[in-house]
T-cell receptor
Framework: KAGVTQTPRYLIKTRGQQVTLSCSPI?????VSWYQQTPGQGLQFLFE???????NKGNFPGRFSGRQFSNSRSEMNVSTLELGDSALYLC???????????FGPGTRLLVL | GQSLEQPSEVTAVEGAIVQINCTYQ??????LSWYQQHDGGAPTFLSY????GLEETGRFSSFLSRSDSYGYLLLQELQMKDSASYFC??????????FGKGTRLHILP
């Protein structure tokens, strides 16, 4: 089975721009979660999608949004980028959500 | 609030045993998981405890005490390749996974 894939792997943007990241889960997995990882802050939960619906949301501003398609692929969007948004963005898939998370390689975003 | 506490760093010697502790405070609890992340890599699943007691998987073992809201990861016969960050995580009653901030394990030759 192919693992979780994320595109792009690296991204450089400037303040004020917006960015869209993509995640393809393991085949058959219906839950996709997104995390932001920065040094010293660990993995911060952004949101989780299950069957095209946002089921859970973390404590991030509305500039962070996401969606899930009928094939379970998911995208997250960050608008009006700030320097503090520089981070590794990880997505993880699972069958139903609260069990073992399978992580993708991440997208490393640098905001200048 | 909901939180997980684990040490930020631990240092051990190659061939030795090390224990990484995790205490948690969450609304509801369905299990404690452990993940390993090497520098530049993605977190990978190591173990899961839903019930009290010890789960063993090769050189790695994980323990849970639900009454104490406490668990630990035990790594035996440490190898240099075990140098990584280790995260504990819990699933709460909202089906949300909450991760600790991670423990950086340094292994000395």
């Amino acid at each position: 089975k192919a693992g979780v894939t994320q595109t792009p792997r690296y991204l450089i943007k400037t303040r004020g721009q917006q960015v869209t990241l993509s995640c393809s889960p393991i085949s058959g997995h219906r839950s996709v979660s997104w995390y932001q990882q920065t040094p010293g802050q660990g993995l911060q939960f952004l949101f989780e999608y299950f069957s095209e619906t946002q089921r859970n949301k973390g404590n991030f501003p509305g500039r962070f949004s996401g969606r899930q398609f009928s094939n379970s692929r998911s995208e997250m969007n960050v608008s009006t980028l700030e320097l503090g948004d520089s981070a590794l963005y990880l997505c993880a898939s699972s069958l139903r959500g609260s069990e073992t998370q399978y992580f993708g390689p991440g997208t490393r975003l640098l905001v200048l | 609030g909901q939180s997980l506490e684990q040490p930020s760093e631990v240092t051990a010697v190659e061939g030795a045993i090390v224990q990484i502790n995790c205490t948690y405070q969450t609304s509801g609890f369905y299990g404690l998981s452990w993940y390993q992340q090497h520098d530049g890599g993605a977190p990978t699943f190591l173990s899961y405890n839903a019930l009290d007691g010890l789960e063993e998987t090769g050189r790695f073992s994980s323990f849970l005490s639900r009454s104490d809201s406490y668990g630990y990861l035990l790594l035996q016969e440490l190898q240099m390749k075990d140098s990584a960050s280790y995260f504990c995580a819990v699933a709460n009653r909202d089906d949300k996974i909450i991760f600790g901030k991670g423990t950086r394990l340094h292994i000395l030759p």
